[in-house]
Antibody, heavy 113, light 107 residues
Framework: QVQLVQSGAEVKKPGASVKVSCKAS????????ISWVRQAPGQGLEWMGW????????NYAQKLQGRVTMTTDTSTSTAYMELRSLRSDDTAVYYC??????WGQGTLVTVSS | DIQMTQSPSSLSASVGDRVTITCRAS??????LNWFQQKPGKAPDLLIY???SLQSGVPSRFSGSGSGTDFALTISSLQPEDFATYYC?????????FGQGTKVEIK
């Protein structure tokens, strides 16, 4: 069965970077892209971007351009999302999703001094 | 970007009530509209895909309708486990966008 398993919770200081992983199984990794969605505490869902696992093409949300990088490692069927220059308002649960059907369990990233 | 306007932002209802949540897209998205249920501390769960198709395992009291720009999620008879937050999502564009959410609370 399709599964997306994300890395564990992170606590970072303002200005630092975080890299969240999303390991896929149960399907051909390079046949789909991976989207990243985040949810700040008590807030709604915000799309961050998408990466093709086939060729690495990316499409990022404009507000995150320059701070976010999405990559994949096809040898391990793992997608990564790196966010730099972290601010307190980046505190959120970060989700990866293959499509509307399959989501990871979420990774809490807390940014605090 | 395609904007998704969801209403209401919250509602209070009783067990057994019929509940309808609406979602409007800023441009036509055909039937590329999904509905999710989210409970505290959990990832969103897909209820309805392609505007009106019931995801496997989802109770039949949930239904979706609409196409183009106007969509609705209906719960025919609200059950205790349905108290949650609901989101619409468009996947017409690879730049996904979500409605603001509707919190369904117990009256």
């Amino acid at each position: 069965q399709v599964q997306l398993v994300q890395s564990g919770a992170e606590v970072k200081k303002p200005g630092a970077s975080v890299k969240v992983s999303c390991k896929a199984s149960g399907y051909i990794f390079t046949s789909y892209g991976i989207s990243w969605v985040r949810q700040a505490p008590g807030q709604g869902l915000e799309w961050m971007g998408w990466i093709s696992a086939y060729n690495g093409n990316t499409n990022y949300a404009q507000k995150l351009q320059g701070r976010v990088t999405m990559t994949t490692d096809t040898s391990t069927s793992t997608a990564y999302m790196e966010l730099r220059s972290l601010r307190s308002d980046d505190t959120a649960v970060y989700y990866c999703a293959r499509d509307e059907y399959y989501w990871g369990q979420g990774t809490l990233v807390t940014v605090s001094s | 970007d395609i904007q998704m306007t969801q209403s209401p932002s919250s509602l209070s209802a009783s067990v057994g009530d019929r509940v309808t949540i609406t979602c409007r897209a800023s441009q036509s998205i055909s039937s590329y509209l999904n509905w999710f249920q989210q409970k505290p501390g959990k990832a969103p769960d897909l209820l309805i895909y392609a505007a009106s198709s019931l995801q496997s395992g989802v109770p039949s009291r949930f239904s979706g309708s609409g196409s183009g720009t106007d969509f609705a999620l209906t719960i025919s008879s609200l059950q205790p486990e349905d108290f949650a937050t609901y989101y619409c999502q468009q996947t017409y564009s690879t730049l996904w966008t979500f409605g603001q959410g509707t919190k369904v609370e117990i009256k």
